[in-house]
């Protein structure tokens, strides 16, 4: 075989690998920004198809790039930890007042990192670009505070637990929602102290309660 021809083949294989790789790094990526929107795309896809969808996300996208979401500093996530703990502490005896104490405590910090909150159905438009996984709950957890008088405890407890979840997330994102290079979505490194404030049996999801109560059986 010719050199001419061995350099060829090599040529070849580097464009071959080069592709691949670029290739694999777009669909990272895509995948990533997927798991950011959630179920907000599946949702949109359904409705208006995945080429539409997509459009739409990135239209979203846009919006939430020029309102200029700042992050947090560390002593206002500490104070924001503090409230949140003190609406959990007064679910035991007041569960309505401490899940509208929670909601409220959302929106302070959706103001305080510059989301526009004024109108509710554009503010879950914006979430929606970076904290679209946590929507669902975010949903049924307002739709039980609107109607906490009524609801039952266990309801009041599984929208607090909802809150929870986009709480943390708002004010864990130092960067406006992109990712690092590497970094998968959905990650909270474990050695924040704050995230032990929820983590106490009572707020466990009940599978997961009744996983731990089987583990410590003889």
């Known amino acids: 075989m010719s050199a001419g021809v061995i350099i060829l083949i090599v040529v ?23 798991s950011l929107v959630g179920p907000e795309y599946d949702r949109l896809a359904d409705e208006m198809g995945p080429r539409r969808a ?22 206002r996530r500490s104070a924001y930890v503090g409230q949140w703990e003190a609406a959990q502490e007064q679910f035991i005896d007041s569960p309505a007042r401490a899940v509208s104490a929670a909601g409220a405590l959302i ?15 554009q503010l879950m438009t914006d979430l929606s670009v970076f904290h679209g996984r946590h929507l669902d709950g975010y949903r049924t957890a307002r739709e039980a505070t609107a109607r906490a008088e009524q609801a039952t ?11 929870r979840g986009l709480f943390f997330d708002l004010i864990e994102s130092t960067d406006g929602g992109t990712l690092a290079p590497g970094r998968e979505p959905d990650m909270v490194p474990a050695q924040r102290p704050w995230k032990q404030v929820t983590q106490g049996r009572y707020w466990k999801p009940r599978q997961q309660e009744s ?6 059986r003889p």
């Open 12 to 34: 070849i294989l580097v464009i071959v690998a080069v592709g691949a790789a670029v290739a694999s790094t777009r669909m990272r990526r895509r995948a990533a920004e997927r």
């Open 54 to 75: 997509k459009a739409e996300i990135e239209k979203r996208r846009r919006r939430v790039d020029e309102l200029g979401i700042r992050p947090l500093s560390a002593e």
């Open 107 to 121: 929106t302070a910090v959706a103001v305080d990192r510059g989301y526009e909150v004024t109108d509710h159905g």
């Open 153 to 163: 405890t266990e309801a009041l407890r599984r929208a607090m637990l909802s809150y």
């Open 211 to 216: 996983t731990d109560v089987a583990s410590t």
